[in-house]
Each structure stands twice: as structure tokens, then as C-alpha cells.
């Protein structure tokens, strides 16, 4: 196989996956926040401290809206 074309395959293989790339990040970005989400502080994203307390407003919140469901 010449080089030219084993550099065309890839310049097109690294092209799709930069589109695809592309096309999934605006696919999410206009994807809606489902119903009954709440919005934690971007600090409490990776926290599994129990005791926190803003964790446990926010599991307080979750509680609240799941009995409201039912």
C-alpha cells in the first residue's frame, strides 16, 4: 500500500473521531437536567465523607423527594 494512502486512512480515521467527539459534546450539552435532580456544590462531587454537612442537606432533600412520590 503507497504512504499517501496509509496517510489519508488515518488523517480520516483521527477525522471521525474528532467529529464524533464533537457531536457527542453538543448531543450532551443539549441533553435537559432530568426531573427531581438536584444541583450539589461542585466541591461535594467526589466527597464521601458522611458526616458533612452539606452532604447531608443534600441527601435530606433526596429523601424528601422520594417520599413525595410515593
Not at 457527542?24 to 465523607?49: F, M, Q, V, W
Request: proline share 1%; charged share 25%.
Amino acid at each position: 500500500m503507497a504512504d499517501w494512502l496509509r496517510i489519508l486512512i488515518a488523517v480520516a480515521i483521527l477525522g471521525g473521531l474528532i467529529a464524533l467527539l464533537i457531536i457527542s459534546y453538543i448531543l450532551n450539552k443539549r441533553t435537559k437536567k432530568p426531573e427531581g435532580c438536584i444541583e450539589i456544590d461542585e466541591h461535594c462531587a467526589s466527597c464521601n465523607i458522611e458526616g458533612c454537612a452539606v452532604r447531608s442537606v443534600a441527601v435530606e432533600i433526596e429523601r424528601s423527594q422520594g417520599e413525595d412520590e410515593k
